[in-house]
């Protein structure tokens, strides 16, 4: 799900503003290849998300901004909210476009004079991937494997604005994958809406356990492939087998849980039940012994009752989860779950805050029992580096972000561990 990055509006030249997911990420940097392409300088693009009101919110805010700061640029509005919801960014007068999903990565969308050119529904059957590798940050690459969604959940949006679930070619995901390696990325995070469907609509069907194994094989200089967000319902044996056997493969996995409650995960129609989440943590467990686990977690969902509530926070220890993202429930248009009985907005918040308490005591106890390790981190920006387990580490004196290097971790302040490089050299110089 999602928080608002924000690349920044500077005076003349073509800028686009960020809001959401990783995926929004990717796609805003093949937006700025194809609006660079159309001949397109003095403008700012958003890419927006509809995940929360939130978010729907703050890019509402930074288009007036960006028009006070650049009253001649042209402003477009682009991503799932203004898919979802065209005309509510239409009737800005700041705004002068507004392009849906299907043509924020189409070549020549961005010469057109069209100010609203929005399909009812998204029909994409792929995405511009060809424009860029990968989504680059100092340290590691994303790369899109996926897109869309076939699922309903009755609180989300997604669909709506991102279409049916569609899957990158395995060959052409390993030769990205491939590309990045070579030009010195030792990290890829493979990134999608609903990961674990990848694969469904290729011939065959194969599954996401399959790509991982075989971007494994075809990649030996890979040093570290991380997933980000699974459904718990949809993790296939091929996955499990590569978690326990391949060490390159990130012992982390984030998993969309949403709750802990078995009426409620029905009332969301999600595809498991509690029982189902505990046993796969214990199953990856045994597996992979230094597996953590992170999860998605929504508080006040509509007519959740104390005792519900009381089974997502009894969750958190009963599946051993370390890195909790909490959302308190935000009715979105158009949803099943926005037309059932609201609960008080307090209780929303209250709960939501009790949920976040008890993560953080969950990562204060997940960092004390990492002290005395010695992990291969991958260095970041700004003194911070990254176990294979997703821990956050501050350490001193680290080479360049983007090497893996030991680091044995020293200590912690309840957020995140602090380590020192065990030698030198890095582990794996990058060329
Ligand atoms: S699986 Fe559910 S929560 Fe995830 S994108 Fe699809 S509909 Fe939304």
């Known amino acids: 799900m999602s928080a608002a990055v924000r690349e920044g509006a500077r005076a003349g030249g073509l800028d686009v503003v960020t809001f959401g997911c990783r995926l929004n990420a990717f796609e805003s940097e093949q937006v700025r290849a194809c609006a660079a392409a159309d001949g397109l300088s003095d403008a700012v693009i958003f890419n927006t998300c ?34 979802i919801d065209p005309e509510m960014f239409a009737r800005m007068p700041e705004v002068d476009r507004v392009l849906g999903n299907d043509f924020k990565v189409q070549s020549g969308a961005y010469a057109e004079e069209e100010r609203v050119r929005v399909n009812g529904r998204v029909s994409p059957r792929e995405t511009a991937r060809h424009l860029i590798d990968g989504l680059r ?29 569609r899957s990158a070619a395995a060959g052409e995901v390993v030769g990205q994958v491939r590309r990045l390696v070579e030009g010195g990325v030792n990290e890829v995070v493979l990134t999608g809406v609903d990961l674990t469907s990848w694969g469904g609509d290729l011939p065959g069907a194969p599954s996401l ?14 040093r570290r492939l991380r997933l980000s967000s699974i459904d718990a319902a949809e993790i296939d044996a091929e996955l499990l087998r590569c978690l326990a056997d391949e060490e390159r493969l990130a012992p982390h996995l984030h998993l969309s849980l949403q709750h802990g409650d078995d009426l409620i995960l029905k009332r969301m129609k999600r595809r498991h039940k509690r029982d189902d989440a505990i046993r796969l943590v214990r199953q990856v467990r045994t597996l992979r012994p230094d597996v953590a686990f992170g999860a998605d977690l929504i508080a006040g969902f509509p007519t959740e009752s104390e005792a519900a509530f009381r089974n997502t926070l009894a969750l958190v220890e009963d599946c051993e989860l370390s890195f909790l993202h909490v959302f308190p429930f935000s009715p979105r248009p158009a949803t099943a779950a926005a037309r059932m009985p609201q609960l008080p907005r307090e209780i929303v918040k209250t709960r ?43 350490v001193r004196d680290a080479a360049r972000p983007g090497d893996i290097i030991p680091v044995r971790i020293t200590g912690h302040d309840g957020r995140r561990a602090t380590g020192v490089p065990v030698s030198a050299t890095p582990a794996s110089s990058s060329p």
């Open 50 to 83: 509809a995940v929360t009101g939130e978010a729907v919110r703050q890019a509402r805010q930074a288009i007036r901004r960006a028009r006070r700061e650049r009253p001649d640029a042209r402003l477009i509005v682009t991503g799932c909210a203004a898919q």
């Open 137 to 165: 940050d100092h340290s590691r690459a994303w790369v899109e494997v996926q897109n869309g969604c076939d699922h309903r959940c009755t609180f989300c949006v997604i669909p709506f604005g991102r279409g049916d679930s």
């Open 209 to 222: 356990g399959n790509l991982v194994g075989r971007i494994l094989k075809l990649v030996p200089g890979l």
């Open 352 to 394: 939501a805050e009790r949920l976040r308490r008890l993560g953080a005591a969950a990562l204060a106890a997940h960092l004390e029992r990492q002290v005395g390790r010695t992990v291969d981190a991958l260095l970041e920006r700004g003194a911070r580096a990254r176990a294979p387990d997703f821990t956050e580490i501050s």
